[in-house]
C-alpha cells in the first residue's frame, strides 16, 4: 500500500466517525475497507441498539456495505475510535477473514499513525470458507 492511500484510507476512518449510533457505549468507532480495484473505498461506523445485542461494529458494517454492492475482496481494512486506536472485536475478526486471507489491518492512531496486522496474527488457525470445500 502507498502513502497516498495510506492517507485516504485513514481519512476515510476519521470521517466515517462523525456517522457512529453509539448512543449506550458511548465509544464511536469508524471502520473503511479498500477493495482490491484500489479505488473503492466503502466506509462503516458502529451503529448500536436499545437491544444491545443488536448493535453492529463500524468493521461489519463497512464489509456487509461493500459485499452487498458486489465487492468481495479487499487490500486493506482501516479502524480508529474517538478514544484512539482499536482492534477488532472476534467477530469483526471472522468476519474480515471470510473474505480476504492476505488483507492489511491498519490500526490507527488520531494523528495518522498506525500499526498493520495480518488476519493471520489477529485470527490464527482460522476456520475459512474453504474449511467447507
Ligand atoms: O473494533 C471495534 C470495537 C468496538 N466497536 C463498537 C461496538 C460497540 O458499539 C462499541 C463498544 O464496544 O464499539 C466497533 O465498532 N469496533
Ligand atoms: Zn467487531
Known sequence: MNQELIERLFEHVKLSLDFSYCPYSKFAVGACVLCEDGKTFVYGANVENASYGAGVCAERVAITKAVSM??????????????????????????????SKDIDIFLFNPDGTFQTKSIAELLPDSFGPEDLE
Open 70 to 99: 458486489g465487492r468481495k475482496r479487499f487490500m486493506a481494512l482501516g479502524v480508529m475510535s474517538d478514544k484512539g486506536r482499536v482492534t477488532p472485536c472476534g467477530i469483526c475478526r471472522q468476519v474480515i477473514r471470510e473474505f
